[in-house]
Structures are given as structure tokens and as C-alpha cells.
């Protein structure tokens, strides 16, 4: 009988062993599996899986449903994807949207056939060295941890001074800022001598440097349940004023890769609009939220 007991003893400590060798640990927060798995995050049952390089685009495959009919989740539009890894910057894209400019490619892009249903391809880039990419993560720009948001001040021609939040520990800068009006001319900051110069529509995009210690981000992400996200507003859905604004976006996912001591994340985002609000009258944000992170493997 005690022999018995002993080998059943066994094999569920293997089994416990092997089940928590086999499951991530979640980064930054973010929920995290490997590809072929499923995770529930936003309202939704999410599989990603068949990750592969097609000319300079990262392909995934998602698959989706409610994890309630009757609970609410976030909205397919509002879902953006992006690659995980040591990257130079981030990559990410609206998924409903991302493969709009892939001619290229054989492939059914992701779409919403009904409100219960999310199925297709997702692509990511352009991005050549394959070496980095060590998985994909989703998000929404839509969604909100309570108590997690701060909005900053960035407007032309100095964009955001340098600023510490010390409620995520990092540090943000601006590194470069191009301002243009919606015909494509560029202002300089003797425009703001003009009284014509902001008239109808217009966009700016916004280098930033972000840093911090991983240590403290990733404490503060799992006090407030996951990581955090920067928002540039005002913003237009895809195809907005230029196409340089849907390649850069107005939303990141601050999710360096795990292994690091540093948090530094260089990133440019654009805000475009009614021209005075999206040059002089901008905000960034700082924002908690909800993501999961599907790996290439297990490390």
C-alpha cells in the first residue's frame, strides 16, 4: 500500500514539475503561453500559432471566441498585435488592418465574419532579421486598468520634456518631432508666427526614448495586474492623413524582452487630426493594461 502511494506521489510531482516547465512564467504581467496555446484575455479565447517569415513581414495565425457570450470583451478593431523580442523598436499593428498594404502574399487576413469570431493571419513588419522576434503579444488601446492613467502634455515644436512617472518608474523623452500639415508641407517652429499655417487638418510624429529598471517596471505591472501602454492622441483609424502615421501607429505596448536589466524602448508615434489639436494640443499617456503574450518557446 505504501509503495503505491509512493509511485502515485511521484508521478503527479513530475507531472506538477513538468506542467510548470511547460508554462511560462508571465511577463511583465502579461499573460503568456507559447504559440499553439490558448489564452483568455479582453473577453476573448485567443490561439495564435504557425508564426513564420514571409519576404519582410512576420505572419501569425489567430483564431478567437468569447471566453462569455454574455461578458463583455474588447472590440476586434481596437485589437493591436506586435512582435516580442530584442528589436531594435517596436513593431506592432492594428490586426483587423495589418495586412491592408501585404500585396504580395497569399493569405486570408484577419477578420471579424461575426461578433462571436475572430480568424485569419496578423502581419507584423517589416522586419527582416527573424533572430529577435521570440513571440507575439495583443493588447487593446481601448482597455484601462483603473487608476493607471496619466496624461502629458507634448506639443509642438518641443514635444515632451523630459519626464520621470514615478508611479512606472520610467523615464520618457523626446528624441525627434517632424510636424506637417495634411498637403504634406513640413512646419518648423517659425510657424507658429503664421496665423495660416494652422488651418485644416495636419499630423505629427513623435520620437521617444523610454527607460527604466526592469525590476521596478516589473513590480509595478504585477501591482497593477499588467503592463503598461503609451497613448499619443488625437488619432484618425487606418487609412488617417498618412501613410506613415498607420506604419508608426499612436499606441505601444511597453513589453521589453524578459532576459533584460534595462527597460528601453525606442518608439515614434503620431498624432493627426484637426491640426491645432494634433500639434498643439496633444496627449500622451501613460495607461495599465490587459495583454497576453504567446512565445516561440519556453525559456
Given at each position: ?206 520620437g521617444l526614448r523610454i527607460a527604466g529598471v ?57 498624432t493627426q487630426g484637426e491640426i491645432n489639436a494634433a500639434l498643439l494640443y496633444p496627449t500622451l ?15
Open positions: 500500500m505504501r509503495s503505491a502511494l509512493a509511485a502515485l506521489l511521484a508521478v503527479v510531482l513530475v507531472a506538477v514539475g513538468c506542467s510548470q516547465e511547460t508554462a511560462p512564467p508571465d511577463v511583465y504581467s502579461a499573460r503568456t503561453g507559447l504559440l499553439g496555446e490558448q489564452l483568455s484575455v479582453l473577453g476573448w479565447n485567443i490561439t495564435l500559432s504557425n508564426l513564420r517569415f514571409a519576404g519582410e513581414h512576420v505572419l501569425v495565425d489567430v483564431d478567437a471566441s468569447p471566453a462569455d457570450p454574455a461578458a463583455p470583451r474588447a472590440e476586434p478593431k481596437d485589437l493591436r498585435f506586435g512582435l516580442y523580442g530584442a528589436l531594435a523598436h517596436p513593431i506592432e499593428a492594428d490586426g483587423l488592418t495589418s495586412c491592408r498594404l501585404v500585396t504580395d502574399l497569399r493569405l486570408q487576413p484577419l477578420s471579424a465574419p461575426d461578433p462571436d469570431r475572430l480568424t485569419g493571419t496578423v502581419c507584423l513588419g517589416p522586419q527582416r532579421d527573424q533572430s529577435p522576434v521570440r513571440g507575439v503579444y495583443v493588447y487593446s488601446t481601448r482597455d484601462r486598468i483603473k487608476g493607471t492613467t496619466r496624461g502629458m502634455a507634448a506639443a509642438f515644436p518641443v514635444g515632451l520634456p523630459p519626464t520621470r512617472d514615478d508611479d512606472t518608474g520610467l523615464d520618457l523623452r523626446t528624441t525627434s518631432l517632424d510636424a506637417f500639415r495634411a498637403d504634406g508641407v513640413m512646419l518648423g517652429p517659425a510657424a507658429l508666427g503664421d496665423p495660416d499655417a494652422f488651418t485644416g487638418s495636419g499630423y505629427m510624429l513623435i526592469a525590476e521596478r517596471y516589473r513590480e509595478v505591472s504585477a501591482a497593477r495586474g499588467g503592463p503598461t501602454m503609451l497613448v499619443a492622441t488625437p488619432t484618425l483609424p487606418v487609412p488617417g492623413i498618412n501613410p506613415a502615421c498607420d506604419i508608426y501607429g499612436s499606441s505601444v505596448l511597453i513589453l521589453p524582452e524578459v532576459s533584460r536589466e534595462l527597460v528601453l524602448v525606442e518608439v515614434t508615434l503620431c499617456s501613460l495607461i495599465g493594461t490587459h495583454a497576453a503574450l504567446w512565445k516561440t518557446v519556453d525559456d
